[in-house]
């Protein structure tokens, strides 16, 4: 069994500004471990994933996650927020491989709110 | 490429109406199929998934069903809606061999 657990529904920061949005998981198994963005009203788009490669990921829009598997967390950080990073942030897990391609776990989500 | 269409953007139902949600999926073949659904202030929860036609794999006990008659299409269904079926349901897929979900641009559901 899996779960993820975002710290902080909500995160607000100035424009330029360090990111940090905070996942924990817990997984019985390897983890495949992912965050995704969702902009109002629309499904969700990958920002990246780690699937046993590398433990710091890069993904899209300068975002970056580090997997710490002594700690369970998944970090999402930005150095310097823009306002269009304002958005959902959902963290995600899934066993490694297999049938368990696309049954993700999601956490609760985090609000993102940038600041002029 | 690969695009995936999701129908209708909104929805507003009354309590006991049935319900037929549409997804399709177009440039890729044999995918596998999701419906996740979003209540208000939650996450995501993965309701049925589907890796071929006629399969379809309940995650969670509740008044939804789901079919998928053709390779790329799955429909969510219900018989009678519940004032606890309102949500945002995102239909989404990906291949048998990569991890990646694509989702479509999901439904917001109010039952009344």
């Known amino acids: 069994a899996q779960s993820v657990t975002q710290l902080g529904s909500h995160v607000s920061v100035s424009e330029g500004a360090l990111v940090l949005l905070r996942c924990n998981y817990s997984?019985?198994?390897?983890?495949?471990l992912f965050w995704y963005v969702q902009y109002p009203n629309q499904g969700l788009q990958l920002l990246l994933k780690y699937t046993s490669a590398a433990t710091l990921v890069k993904g899209i829009n300068g975002f970056e996650a580090e997997f710490k598997k002594s700690e369970t967390s998944f970090h999402l950080t930005k150095p310097s927020a823009h306002m269009s990073d304002a958005a959902e942030y959902f963290c995600a897990v899934s066993a490694a491989g297999g049938t368990s391609y696309g049954k993700l776990t999601f956490g609760q989500g985090t609000i993102l709110t940038v600041h002029p | 490429s690969q695009t995936i269409h999701q129908w209708p953007a909104t929805l507003v139902q009354p309590v006991g109406s049935p319900l037929s949600l549409e997804c399709t999926v177009e440039g890729t073949s044999n995918p596998n199929l999701y419906w996740y659904r979003q209540a208000a202030g939650r996450g995501l929860q993965l309701l049925f998934y589907s890796v071929g036609i006629g399969q379809i794999s309940s995650e969670v006990p509740q008044n939804l069903s789901a079919s998928r008659p053709q390779d790329r299409q799955f429909i969510l269904s219900s018989k009678k809606l519940l004032l606890s079926d309102s949500g945002f349901y995102l239909c989404a897929w990906s291949s048998k061999t990569n991890e990646k979900l694509f989702f479509g641009s999901g439904t917001q559901l109010s039952v009344l």
């Open positions: 997984s019985s198994v390897p983890p495949y």
